[in-house]
């Protein structure tokens, strides 16, 4: 696939095709299943914008498409559709613009990614052996620092809680997303209170983890776990998304579905620092965290903006 051809896969579960230019290699090689092209007399980034989000444009191509369960959308038919279109030179302005606000988003994506990669290497960094230095600090048991709160919850009890499921927590940035309330849901739930570090047992890879700041129901596959006096509750939250913690995490039971194991947890042994120490240890990280939420809003209002824009451009 030469540099600047596109191509689309041409077969799909929904029906829906994606378009896409090749802007990174000489040499790109594709499956067969993907035709490769280039158009004449319009602007590539144009084209592929329009056919990427336009609804007029997926709906004709959804009705070329044939098949059942999986549709194809066979070159020969891409070809033969004919779409309303602007001349070339309003296209060539179109396609500078949306290459403009692609490079915006694409910079900012960059950024949260580096200032999460940062982050990443600061928790190595202040939770590790190297912060012992300077300051009192002692080696405790993980079951020493944290145990799994108990309480559990029965939406017949009539008490409403705001429910956290997994889905409802964000990867990585321990954002909780929504909730859901609790009276509605079928089974029995695991109790969290303020102060409490949620962390996702189910897939722990996922790195799912909140701060909970009120008293919630979550899943049965979170675990609310409560500081031990050893811990700031903030500190808490901080040391399970460490990749020494994490790492102990991921060795869990099952194959499709793996559980953490408390068992292993349990008997992980961690460097806890003085209070003095661990108060500005999470100062440092609550306001790299500002710094991320910051980022990751304006990466989201790019977004936004570019979508509003294709919606307005491509009726």
Same mark, same amino acid.
């Given at each position: 696939?030469?540099?600047?051809f596109?191509?689309?896969?041409? %077969?799909?579960?929904? =029906?829906?095709?994606t378009?896409?230019?090749?802007?990174?290699?000489?040499?790109?090689?594709?499956?067969?299943? !993907?035709?490769?092209?280039?158009?004449?007399?319009?602007?590539?980034?144009?084209?592929?914008?329009?056919?990427?989000?336009?609804?007029?444009?997926?709906?004709? $191509?959804?009705?070329?498409?044939? =098949?059942?369960?999986?549709v194809?959308?066979?070159?020969?038919? $891409?070809?033969?559709? &004919?779409?309303?279109?602007?001349c070339?030179?309003?296209?060539?302005?179109?396609?500078?613009?949306?290459?403009?606000?692609?490079?915006?988003?694409?910079?900012?994506?960059?950024?949260?990614? *580096?200032?999460?990669?940062?982050?990443?290497?600061?928790?190595?960094?202040?939770?590790?052996?190297?912060?012992?230095?300077?300051?009192?600090?002692?080696?405790?048991?993980?079951?020493?620092? *944290?145990?799994? %709160?108990?309480?559990?919850?029965?939406?017949?009890?009539?008490?409403? !809680?705001?429910?956290?499921?997994?889905?409802?927590?964000e990867?990585?940035?321990?954002?909780?997303?929504?909730?859901?309330?609790?009276?509605?849901?079928?089974?029995?739930?695991?109790?969290?209170?303020?102060?409490?570090?949620?962390?996702?047992?189910?897939r722990?890879?996922? %790195?799912?983890? *909140?701060?909970a700041?009120?008293?919630?129901?979550?899943?049965?596959?979170?675990?609310?776990?409560?500081?031990?006096?050893?811990?700031?509750?903030?500190?808490?939250? !901080?040391?399970?998304?460490?990749?020494?913690?994490l790492?102990? *995490?991921?060795?869990?039971?099952?194959? &499709?579905?793996?559980?953490?194991?408390?068992?292993?947890?349990?008997?992980?042994?961690?460097?806890?620092?003085?209070?003095?120490?661990?108060?500005?240890?999470?100062?440092?990280?609550?306001? $790299?965290?500002?710094?991320?939420?910051?980022?990751?809003?304006?990466?989201?209002?790019l977004? %936004?903006?570019?979508?509003?824009?294709?919606?307005?451009?491509?009726?």
């Open positions: 696939m030469p540099l600047g596109c191509t689309y896969r041409n %077969r799909s579960d929904d =029906g829906r095709f378009f896409n230019i090749n802007k990174i290699s000489d040499k790109a090689i594709v499956s067969k299943f !993907y035709p490769v092209f280039r158009f004449k007399n319009a602007n590539s980034t144009f084209m592929t914008e329009y056919l990427n989000s336009s609804a007029r444009a997926r709906k004709k $191509l959804s009705v070329l498409a044939v =098949g059942t369960s999986q194809v959308l066979s070159f020969e038919a $891409l070809k033969s559709a &004919k779409f309303d279109l602007p070339k030179e309003e296209q060539d302005k179109i396609a500078s613009l949306l290459e403009c606000l692609n490079e915006r988003v694409e910079l900012q994506r960059s950024f949260v990614d *580096a200032l999460k990669k940062y982050k990443r290497g600061l928790l190595s960094n202040l939770f590790g052996e190297k912060i012992t230095q300077g300051c009192t600090t002692k080696s405790y048991y993980f079951s020493e620092i *944290a145990q799994r %709160r108990s309480e559990k919850y029965d939406p017949s009890s009539g008490i409403e !809680y705001p429910c956290v499921e997994l889905e409802n927590i990867q990585e940035t321990g954002k909780i997303l929504a909730t859901v309330p609790s009276t509605a849901q079928s089974s029995i739930k695991n109790i969290a209170m303020p102060g409490d570090t949620l962390f996702g047992k189910l722990p890879y996922l %790195r799912k983890y *909140a701060f700041k009120k008293t919630m129901a979550c899943s049965s596959e979170i675990w609310a776990l409560i500081p031990s006096d050893v811990v700031l509750p903030k500190f808490l939250f !901080y040391l399970v998304q460490t990749e020494h913690f790492r102990v *995490a991921n060795i869990s039971s099952g194959t &499709k579905m793996p559980r953490a194991e408390w068992s292993n947890i349990e008997k992980a042994e961690f460097f806890i620092p003085d209070f003095s120490v661990q108060r500005k240890v999470v100062s440092l990280l609550e306001g $790299l965290d500002q710094k991320i939420t910051f980022a990751d809003s304006t990466l989201l209002s977004n %936004r903006l570019k979508a509003s824009l294709l919606q307005h451009l491509f009726i």
